[in-house]
């Protein structure tokens, strides 16, 4: 015999099945709503859900007289088995051009001026006409990449200027 519909309202049939001490919805929580009383709409472009494999949004498989939904993990992030560097580069002159060898298989950067804006540029010779300005406080984020061989170019606006360099590589 299935169980007598719930007669609980929908925020509370919500407080039941969501696991605050872990910020999730539990897996094997159970609900029943009576028929018609909540409509819940999921939508891929207005909400912060995604379903399926980025292609095929929604697809489900039926066994016997069950319909599952098939859900696809697609991990597009830093892969986990990259391994975090951090560098300190020393800018003793300000406005004089300083080099930085990125090492190989970087796949993650963040660069950030420790006491005065910088100037940074991918060729030799331009981090003083054709470069991007990192101000103070400010950090600049290079994510998914794949470096062999990249050296980054930059400038301070003051002497005696670090810039720090953190980054995963594989």
């Not at 009576?34 to 207005?46: K, R």
């Given at each position: 015999m299935p169980p007598s519909p719930s007669l609980l309202d929908f925020t509370q049939i919500l407080q039941r099945v969501f696991d605050e001490a872990n910020g999730r919805l539990r897996t094997d929580a159970q609900a029943t709503v009576?028929?018609?009383?909540?409509?819940?709409?999921?939508?891929?472009?207005?909400d912060s859900i995604r379903l399926g494999d980025g292609t095929s949004l929604i697809t489900a498989t039926t066994v016997g007289p069950k319909v599952g939904l098939d859900v696809n993990v697609v991990n597009?992030?830093?892969?986990?088995?990259?391994?975090?560097?951090?560098a300190n580069v020393q800018v003793l002159n300000a406005n004089i051009e300083v080099s930085y060898n990125v090492p190989d298989n970087t796949k993650v950067l963040f660069i950030r001026p420790r006491n005065g804006s910088i100037k940074l540029a991918f060729v030799s010779g331009q981090s003083g006409t054709t470069y991007l300005t990192i101000n103070k406080g400010g950090v600049y984020t290079v994510d998914n990449i794949n470096s062999s061989g990249a050296v980054l170019y930059f400038q301070s606006s003051t002497n005696n200027d670090v810039v720090e360099i953190h980054g995963w590589n594989v």
């Open positions: 009576v028929a018609g009383s909540l409509e819940v709409i999921i939508s891929h472009t207005d597009q992030g830093v892969e986990a088995t990259t391994q975090p560097f951090v």
